[in-house]
């Protein structure tokens, strides 16, 4: 984005700079907010799972304040590491970026991607900063859970808001009531486009504040919709329960497909009402596309980064007499249910933003609703499915080479 305004402005192009600001800005918010929030869930949740091994620790004699700092340095370390990694890989993605702007119509004036000092320190500041707002709670936790507690435990402990997320919390509800007022509820100077616009920025607030409380979001819902499936069978019910014991699990895993589903339904909904705007798939990958890939990734990472305590679950079902294949299907369902979690609040958010922004474009519902690319969002949760389920049938596959007491042991 610096480098298209840069260069705009060089050639004294107003108008392009303009574009490339509103442009940019859309895909660098978009971007970095599905990355912090799923970088700080990922990192929160493996250090849950790790809870026996700083358990064991304790029992060692390494005094529990020390504990906390040595997993604070580890955050600081892989956070400052991946951002270092990452470096090499930003003129690639620069220019993806840059040619993607250019097919969109947007004139650079021959804008390349360039590199400066500064960027090195602001891409290490951007790997430290999400691992310790994901980590800085659950390593707090860990220098305080008592050692018998961790291992005795197999449930995962009850999350808590803290004072970070507290206000995050109320800062996001005041931004969803601030735009909503003059957004569905006055006469604005700007008229229509301005009222729209304020019901989206209330939308697009209240998203990330359901995404944010997470735990007490993403669980009931599906606690919700599993209840609702009238199946009786063995491998779904431990499924089922599997999802719900293992709630913060579940709750970084969906996230990410919840957040890029949301943030795809929310932006086409607004294309689609919009005067000269477009909802189609490409102007989605422009703006998105880089969401995508952040959120994929993570959905995958967590995914792997938890396998070893899926394993050591299956094995504890294995033991208590499970057949084989009960386990292995019971492994998928738990894609499925991964995935309609994501595409039940998918839906839920496409519903919500499309009554609020036809109410600030005063137009109807069922208007804004007929015009959505109903095709194209069937893909993408078709897309969510399959990669769910595609990557836990690869770990029960795995599991079912694994001899289930050797899991228990190591």
Aim: charged share 10%; aromatic share 6%.
């Amino acid at each position: 984005m610096f480098t298209a305004v840069s260069t705009a402005r060089a050639a004294g192009d107003a108008r392009m700079v303009s574009a490339s600001i509103a442009l940019g800005g859309n895909i660098v918010f978009f971007t970095v907010l599905a990355a912090v929030g799923i970088v700080a869930s990922t990192v929160g949740l493996t250090l849950t799972t790790q809870r026996r091994d700083h358990a064991l620790w304790a029992i060692l004699g390494i005094p529990r304040n020390r504990i906390r700092v040595i997993l604070r340095t580890e955050l600081v370390v892989l956070g400052a590491a991946a951002g270092a990694l990452a470096v090499p890989l930003a003129p690639l993605v620069a220019s993806t970026a840059l040619a993607q702007w250019t097919t969109t119509g947007l004139d650079l004036h021959g804008a390349t991607a360039g590199f400066h000092l500064w960027h090195v320190g602001a891409s290490v500041l951007s790997g430290v900063v999400p691992c310790l707002l994901g980590g800085w709670g659950v390593t707090r936790r860990a220098a305080k859970t008592p050692e018998m507690r961790a291992f005795r435990d197999l449930s995962d402990p009850p999350a808590r808001p803290g004072v970070t997320r507290s206000v995050l919390a109320l800062c996001l509800l005041a931004g969803v009531v601030g735009m909503w007022i003059p957004g569905l509820g006055l006469e604005l100077e700007g008229g229509i486009e301005q009222r729209t616009a304020f019901a989206f920025a209330g939308d697009l607030f209240l998203i990330c504040l359901l995404l944010l409380m997470g735990p007490w979001v993403l669980t009931p819902l599906m606690r919700f919709w599993t209840a609702l499936v009238p199946s009786r069978g063995v491998a779904w019910h431990l499924a089922v329960q599997s999802c719900r014991t293992r709630a913060a699990r579940s709750v970084a895993t969906v996230l990410p497909f919840a957040l890029s589903l949301s943030f795809v339904g929310l932006f086409m909904v607004m294309g689609n009402v919009m005067p000269g705007s477009t909802a189609g798939l490409g102007d989605v990958l422009v703006v998105l596309g880089w969401v995508f890939v952040v959120s994929w990734v993570g959905g995958l990472a967590v995914i792997a980064l938890v396998g070893r305590e899926r394993t050591r679950d299956s094995a504890i079902v294995t033991v208590a007499g499970a057949r084989p294949g009960v386990v292995t299907r019971s492994t998928i369902y738990e894609g499925v249910i991964y995935a309609g979690t994501a595409i039940v609040f998918g839906a839920i958010a496409i519903a919500v933003t499309s009554a609020t922004i036809a109410v600030g474009a005063e137009i109807s519902v069922v208007r804004v609703l007929d015009g959505l690319p109903w095709a194209t969002l069937g893909v993408l949760a078709g897309v969510t499915l399959v990669t769910t389920c595609l990557a836990l049938a690869l770990q029960a596959a795995r599991v079912s080479r694994t001899v289930a007491a050797r899991a228990l042991r190591s």
